[in-house]
């Protein structure tokens, strides 16, 4: 099995594993004791904080040690808003945060408080501008991730840091993607990550909160990690985590490189061999290993299957994934189109020759799937006549089938007719759009309906 998932979980990297065995000797007893074994514990403990402060760029009694990266999310947002509550309750996140960054927004908005969403462009960016934009008397944090996990774009941390620090705001950063390949820019004020991204055990996060940051943790108070971190903290974890971290930024230089000549192939080939194919997110920004596409009448789920049969561990932000029935909030955000969408994400190591199979089986898999579903083969020709008006009834049909009906029809209306299309499905409103920009048609827009929603969209060629 190639795993072409790195981005969802990096592969154990073997230094890690090697630290955690080790450790696991000297760093069962309990670090906060004066005996001989607490005190082997404690220094563990204090070395692997003092290394991961070197790999961030920061104070070692910044660094507090949590149970995930989620963990270190919420409790960095809810200490940092708590901190700064006699400045006000708003919080600015971008539209495409990590999930545990927009559920730390919906429950802070649940509480009374208030949130901005910062929008991004079709390749999954912020500008500086947006945050300075959102920028209010009473903001009390930013949010902002240094590259996103879906699309592979880095973020300008950096310049909007700049702008925060002007108004007086602190920014919290997670990096949970983008620090195994480096530290993070900027002068930021908190930030967080995730140690199984990188190639570390599952079960650690780190959270960074820098000296003058006004910070109040919440929920009840503990006597470890500077009161910020509850519970026993596991000690060959962070130690093996720390380790992988140290070896996976010594490789990153070159490893960078080679993973940009291969995910830069994957892009290309993918544009030229696949039909109906847009491949997403910044084409120069971006992370060394992360490729993002969508096909046109493609369910994501078959595909990943097919995929998987083929030998390839893939993901996927599509409407149509088994975990969910809503399209990814990352590229409704982007406004691109989501149906039969594939994320391959390469970890550290990844083989050119598994890659090039990746190439050759793909376009096969996608056709596969799309003659199961009836999808339509090459745009139909101009049609002479016909009704200047046809209506597509998808009501209770999920992506991408609204879209497959709309491009079966659409050779049936003259130029200047429309298709008005009826769907329940909440990914239509993004696909049918899409599907307009990648024809060259014009999408008129969304109409009220009986039940569900019309999607207009009139033929212009």
Known sequence: MAYFDAASSAPLH????QALLASLDDGWADPARLYREGRKARMLLDAARDAAAEAVGCRADEVVFTASGTQAVHTGVAGALAGRRRVGSHLIVSSVEHSSVLHSADLHASGGGTVTQVAVGRTGGVVPAGYAAALREDTALAVLQSANHEVGTVQPVAEVAEVCRAAGVPLLVDAAQSLGWGPVGGDWSLLAASAHKWGGPPGVGLLVVRKGVRFAA????????SGRAPGFENIPAIVAAVASLRAVRAEAAQEAVRLRELTARIRARVAESVPDVEVVGDPERRLPGIVTFSCLYVDGEALLHALDEAGFAVS???SCTSSTLTPSHVLKAMGVLSEGNVRVSLPPGAAEADVERF???LPGAVAGVREKLGAPVPAPAAAAGGAGELVVDSLGK?????VIELARV????PVGGT??????????????????????????????AERGTAYVVRRVG
């Open 14 to 17: 073997p230094v890690a594993r």
């Open 218 to 225: 919440q929920g009840p108070a503990g006597e470890r990690e």
């Open 316 to 318: 996927s932000g599509s």
């Open 359 to 361: 190439l050759e089986v």
């Open 398 to 402: 999920r992506c991408p089938i609204p």
């Open 410 to 413: 659409f050779g049936d209306v």
């Open 419 to 448: 298709v008005r299309v009826l769907s329940d499905d909440e990914a239509a409103r993004l696909d049918i759009p899409a599907w307009c920009e990648m024809r060259g048609q014009e999408y008129v827009g969304e109409e009220p």
